[in-house]
């Protein structure tokens, strides 16, 4: 059994570009939450999404957006991208009500 | 805003020694959970306390919840190279829309070094 999967897991942009992590939850999860983890830091909440709706939201600006598939895969975007943006985004399922699982993460660099 | 201030934020130990890992909450969270991560990879679950005064030992590692449920402890007894690593204290906070499980509040962690 998968656990929970991330793609890219490591990439390179520029300031002002535009970026897309994509997160596979573990099997039989229906939520996903997404979180920033900056470096020497805790992962800070950015939202989770549930029946492909966005349920919570933490403290990010509108440029962190998101997705939900049908098939509970999800998708993080992050537009005009700040130097301030570099970290490691974690995405982390859970099913109803459960623990979460998170995945190894995607490590944004921008320069 | 819900703060999880943890304590202390560097410890390096020797193998065999004893050490304790604090958090501290401004508010009160539905439950607290501890996590371990390790370089390149994502925050594993240890343990979940719920209820106040509650302590969940795991092996060598024994949890605390203060009994206003703002405060937790992990220690760890006779520590091993093992254990190195980053551990996070999170409070759970409900969830909505439909879901029961709502965001974590992480702390800022605490680098682990155990030396052989």
């Known amino acids: 059994d998968a656990g929970v999967t991330q793609s890219p897991t490591h990439l390179i942009k520029t300031r002002g570009q535009q970026v897309t992590l994509r997160c596979s939850p573990k099997?039989?999860?229906?939520?996903v939450s997404w979180y920033q983890q900056a470096l020497g830091q805790g992962p800070q909440f950015i939202f989770q999404?549930?029946?492909?709706?966005?349920?919570q939201r933490g403290n990010f600006p509108d440029r962190f957006s998101g997705h939900q598939f049908p098939n509970y895969s999800s998708e993080l975007n992050v537009n005009a991208l700040l130097l301030g943006d570099s970290a490691l985004y974690l995405c982390?399922?859970?099913?109803?009500?459960?623990?979460?699982?998170f995945g190894e993460g995607s490590r944004l660099t921008v320069l | 805003t819900q703060l999880l201030e943890q304590s202390p934020q560097f410890l390096s130990i020797q193998e065999g020694e004893n050490l304790t890992v604090y958090c501290n909450s401004s508010s009160v969270f539905s439950s607290l959970q501890w996590y371990r991560q390790e370089p390149g990879e994502g925050p594993v679950l240890l343990v979940t306390?719920?209820?106040?005064?509650e302590v969940k030992k795991l092996k060598r590692l024994t949890f605390q919840f203060g009994d206003a449920r703002k405060d937790s402890s992990l220690h760890i007894t006779a520590a091993q190279t093992g254990d190195t690593g980053l551990y996070l204290c999170?409070?759970?906070?409900?969830?909505?829309?439909?879901?029961?499980?709502?965001?974590?509040?992480f702390g800022q962690g605490t680098i682990l070094t155990v030396h052989p």
């Open positions: 306390v719920v209820t106040g005064g």
């Open positions: 999170a409070g759970v906070s409900p969830g909505a829309g439909g879901t029961s499980y709502g965001k974590l509040t």
């Open positions: 099997s039989g999860h229906d939520t």
């Open positions: 999404y549930y029946e492909e709706e966005e349920r």
């Open positions: 982390a399922s859970s099913p109803s009500g459960g623990e979460l699982f």
